[in-house]
């Protein structure tokens, strides 16, 4: 065995109790370095894992049970978390707005973006320095913006459902002044969903 066997590497709970840790504890708890030691709690696990998947396997098969998940229980698989703005998605964004500029001026609504974006995360954001450091640097080496995706556009919605007929801008003030103009504020939206 070329690595040393840790009980902290693997966990199945089940309501409080740790399976593995009942399981595999009374092996490694004499000497946990001991290879002989060590073997037998690899072989312990395999054959562990083997009755897990038997008993998942049965469950996953009856007909009246259901799995809830939490935010970022597919993190581990390569999910996207939407605790900031994903990559990704800005990237997506900011292609469709070169689509649309096509030597003009940046559209509005990215501009609005990363106006919110800014004023959101306390932190300066601007199309011109986003489109360049995405074109010139690893997309896992750019840092993404820290503002919840789901509470963005969440507050895009909100603003959006508040504008009455007739109103086509809103003014939002605080720590500083934010004017918003409808239709800008409706393309983003329909861009941020479909990207």
Known sequence: MSATFRLSD?????????????????????????????EKAQKALDELFKEMRVRFGTIIK????SFLLGAGASLPVGGVSLTN???????????????EQKGKEAPAWIDLFYTIASALSRK????????QLFQSTAEEDIPAIGVNLEAYLSQLH????????????????????????????????KRSLAP
Request: glycine fraction near 6%.
């Open 10 to 38: 693997y966990q199945i709970r089940i309501g409080n109790e740790d399976i593995i840790e009942r399981h595999l504890h009374g092996i490694l708890s004499a000497d946990p370095e001991n290879a002989e030691n060590q």
């Open 124 to 131: 300066d954001f601007s199309f011109d320095a986003r489109s």
């Open 158 to 189: 909100t603003w959006h459902a508040g504008m009455l007929d007739g109103t086509e801008t809103l003014k939002l003030t605080g720590g500083s002044e934010l004017s918003i103009v409808k239709s800008d504020l409706a393309r983003l939206i």
């Open 62 to 65: 009856t007909d009246n049970v």
């Open 85 to 99: 703005v994903p990559k990704p998605i800005e990237k997506a964004l900011i292609d469709k707005a070169k689509d």
